[in-house]
């Protein structure tokens, strides 16, 4: 099983990344798939997730209507389209999948939001 981060970088607040999670190993369209992430000192917190049908989604309240999840099956793919960025949003992202009692996780990939 492979989850693989990309697309993480230095913005400027105001700015936009697009985060991108490649799966493999596992039946991608069978698993809820999250967006997580952890700042330096603090704990791990869920910022959005996705069912393994796709659709709306559901959020962390301090990003909602700035960030959307969305996931491509054919493509074994989730995706994080990050606007407005904010110094808060700072921190490392992670990719998780999860189905019953199993989950994954990748490495993650550090967003920087900094003037």
């Known amino acids: 099983v492979q989850l693989v981060e990309s697309g993480g970088g230095l913005v400027q607040p105001g700015g936009s990344l697009r985060l991108s999670c490649a799966a493999s190993?596992?039946?991608?369209?069978?698993?809820?798939m999250s967006w997580y992430r952890q700042a330096p000192g603090k704990e791990r917190e869920f910022v959005a997730g996705?069912?393994?049908?796709?659709?709306?989604?559901n959020y962390l309240d301090s990003v909602k209507g700035r960030f959307t999840i969305s996931r491509d099956n054919a493509k074994n793919t989730l995706y994080l389209q990050m606007n407005s960025l904010k110094p808060e949003d700072t921190a490392v992202y992670l990719c998780n999948a999860h189905r019953g009692s199993y989950y994954y996780w990748g490495q993650g990939t550090q967003v920087t939001v900094s003037s």
């Open positions: 190993g596992f039946t991608f369209s069978d698993y809820f």
């Open positions: 996705i069912s393994s049908g796709g659709g709306s989604g």
